[in-house]
């Protein structure tokens, strides 16, 4: 078995990648998190009730009303949580949970594309979840500067 590293193809880059590597880890936990916010927003739009009833209830994910509540929370305080790399383990784990729950209750029986409801965009933003928990906030984040991860 080849235990080497790969070779770059253009050496000349690998001060650029090594320099850029942590910054660009951090854009992407920062645009995932965004990315909950702006989802939330619109379930905050239509309120808890609404979305209980028309997202929940309707998908088999009983009691609706407490399963709502705990989605808004999670989407809003993970979403914070994962831009500034506070808890962000925990968050990452939680919000990667949350969207393999909504893959398969909502989206896995209408397909793989995104733009006829299916599974596509929470497959992606899971699985960049699950990646954030494995890493954790990066050395851009509060948890770095606190000096404590989960």
Request: with cysteine; charged share 10%; net charge positive.
């Amino acid at each position: 078995m080849n235990t080497s590293e790969q070779k770059l193809l253009y050496p000349g880059l690998a001060g650029f990648y090594a320099t850029w590597t942590d910054i660009a880890y951090t854009f992407m936990r920062v645009v995932v998190g965004a990315m909950f916010l702006m989802h939330v927003s619109v379930k905050f739009k239509i309120g808890a009730g609404a979305v209980a009833a028309n997202i929940m209830a309707k998908n088999g994910l009983e009691p609706a009303l407490i399963m709502a509540y705990v989605t808004m929370f999670l989407e809003v305080v993970g979403g914070v949580c994962l831009i500034i790399g506070l808890f962000t383990r925990f968050f990452g784990a939680a919000l990667a949970i949350e969207m393999l729950i909504a893959m398969f209750a909502v989206h896995f029986s209408k397909g793989y594309a995104a733009g006829a409801g299916g599974y596509e965009y929470v497959l992606l933003i899971g699985a960049v979840c699950f990646l954030i928990a494995l890493r954790g906030g990066g050395p851009y984040s509060v948890d770095r500067f606190l000096g404590k991860e989960l």
